[in-house]
């Protein structure tokens, strides 16, 4: 535990686990801080977050199915397919969102690998629904900072 009382939690895949060539899909969620205030939900930010994805994706480090950015963090159903860990591909996200649009981050992100087609689909309608549920939108289809 560090001086705060929070676990420091690996990001590794079990070694008994079997890794799937197409790479696993994991659900993320970083958070920033201070929690509550609006960082990421600006044009100019998701614009940037685009990018970010869209360069990993062409390098080859990741897949990413879905991504949305509520005010004060961000969801996505990612696979990291290259030779880039988990880790390290998120914390280069973090690390240029950071420099290019100011964003603090929160220490860390919560990962949880999914387990299956259900798993993925359950998962990726609680990212849709966030801002609904958050009463930033009506409907999924209303909120403008997802992919």
């Known amino acids: 535990m560090d001086s705060i009382g929070r676990k420091i939690l690996p990001h590794d895949v079990p070694q008994n686990i079997v890794r799937n060539p197409e790479g696993e ?3 993320i969620t970083i958070c920033c ?10 044009d100019d930010i998701w614009r940037a977050f685009v990018e970010t ?14 991504a949305l950015a509520m005010p004060d963090h961000f969801h996505a159903l990612l696979s990291f397919c290259g030779e880039k860990s988990m880790r390290q591909v998120v914390t280069a996200m973090k690390s240029w969102m950071a420099k290019s649009g100011g964003i603090r981050w929160q220490r860390d992100f919560f990962d949880h690998r ?10 990726a309608h609680y990212i849709r629904m966030n801002p609904v549920r958050a009463g930033l939108c009506e409907k999924p289809e209303d909120w403008p900072y997802q992919r």
Do not use: H, M
């Open 53 to 66: 994805i869209v360069k990993r994706e062409s390098d080859g480090d990741l897949r990413c199915g879905i």
């Open 25 to 27: 899909t994991y659900f």
């Open 114 to 123: 999914l387990r299956g087609w259900e798993s993925a689909t359950e998962k």
């Open 33 to 42: 801080v201070p929690r509550g205030a609006n960082q990421l939900a600006c």
